[in-house]
């Protein structure tokens, strides 16, 4: 059989647009502000704070801090290498493990463990990793490409036993990554200064 068509081609160096991706510290304060108005109005009997799924106290925001912390730790990698064909593609993550499947006829490859389960495949322009870990723990990470194929969106989803689930958005934009005998060095005068193994005279890298 022929392989699946490729959806979008990620392939490339991706290096993380931290203006664009959210902040987690940002998110959290943004999610207890609201979750306050929202006790503050039931406590009125304003109807208008709707029905709440979790209840507002220190235990729950804590689990809740728990899980934005640990999406925060797996999504924390500052630069992406992706190798991609018709028939697989590997993203190696920086100081992290490699997230890797197998495209088999359009249909999502499913691996299953000691340590849990994960399925991934496209759905329709986007690519899908889904983990199951031990304790309740699921992972997705949703990856697309921009239409002028510049830009990265990974969009990681956790949830965690008695906690609503948290969503963290990352972005990168592709770099060409400098030959290997170069050698980089930040100075407060003259910024990043870069330099041959063989070269004598540094180079002013672009900012």
Same mark, same amino acid.
């Given at each position: 059989?022929?392989?699946?068509?490729?959806?979008?081609?990620?392939?490339?160096?991706? $290096?993380?647009?931290?203006?664009?991706?959210?902040? !987690?510290?940002?998110?959290? /304060?943004?999610?207890?502000?609201?979750?306050?108005?929202?006790a503050?109005?039931r406590?009125?009997?304003?109807?208008?704070?709707?029905?709440?799924?979790?209840?507002?106290?220190?235990? %729950?925001?804590?689990?809740?801090v728990?899980v934005?912390? =640990?999406?925060?730790? *797996?999504?924390?990698? /500052?630069?992406?290498? *992706?190798?991609?064909?018709?028939?697989?593609?590997?993203? /190696?993550?920086?100081?992290?493990?490699?997230?890797?499947? !197998?495209?088999d006829?359009?249909?999502? $490859?499913?691996l299953?463990?000691?340590?849990?389960?994960? &399925?991934?495949?496209? #759905?329709?322009?986007?690519? !899908?990793?889904?983990?199951?870990?031990?304790?309740?723990? #699921? &992972?997705?990470?949703?990856? %697309?490409l921009s239409?002028?194929? #510049?830009?990265?969106? &990974?969009?990681?989803? !956790?949830?965690?036993?008695?906690?609503?689930? =948290?969503? &963290?958005?990352?972005?990168? =934009?592709r =770099?060409?990554?400098?030959?290997?005998?170069?050698?980089? $060095?930040?100075?407060? %005068?003259?910024?990043?200064?870069?330099?041959?193994?063989?070269?004598?005279?540094?180079v002013?890298?672009?900012?």
């Amino acid at each position: 059989m022929l392989p699946a068509p490729i959806v979008s081609d990620l392939s490339g160096h991706w $290096e993380m647009d931290y203006g664009r991706s959210d902040n !987690v510290d940002q998110k959290l /304060q943004s999610m207890y502000r609201e979750w306050r108005r929202m006790a503050e109005r039931r406590a009125r009997g304003d109807n208008r704070a709707g029905p709440m799924n979790v209840a507002i106290d220190s235990n %729950s925001f804590r689990r809740t801090v728990d899980v934005a912390r =640990f999406a925060d730790l *797996i999504t924390s990698s /500052q630069i992406l290498d *992706i190798e991609q064909t018709d028939d697989d593609i590997a993203i /190696q993550r920086e100081n992290d493990y490699t997230l890797s499947c !197998v495209f088999d006829d359009g249909e999502p $490859e499913i691996l299953i463990d000691e340590l849990g389960s994960e &399925i991934c495949g496209w #759905d329709a322009h986007q690519l !899908v990793f889904r983990t199951r870990l031990p304790d309740d723990i #699921d &992972i997705q990470h949703r990856i %697309s490409l921009s239409d002028e194929g #510049d830009r990265l969106h &990974i969009a990681t989803r !956790v949830d965690g036993p008695r906690s609503p689930p =948290f969503t &963290i958005n990352r972005f990168y =934009f592709r =770099f060409d990554p400098l030959p290997e005998d170069y050698s980089c $060095e930040y100075t407060l %005068s003259r910024g990043n200064v870069c330099q041959t193994g063989a070269a004598s005279d540094p180079v002013e890298a672009a900012e």
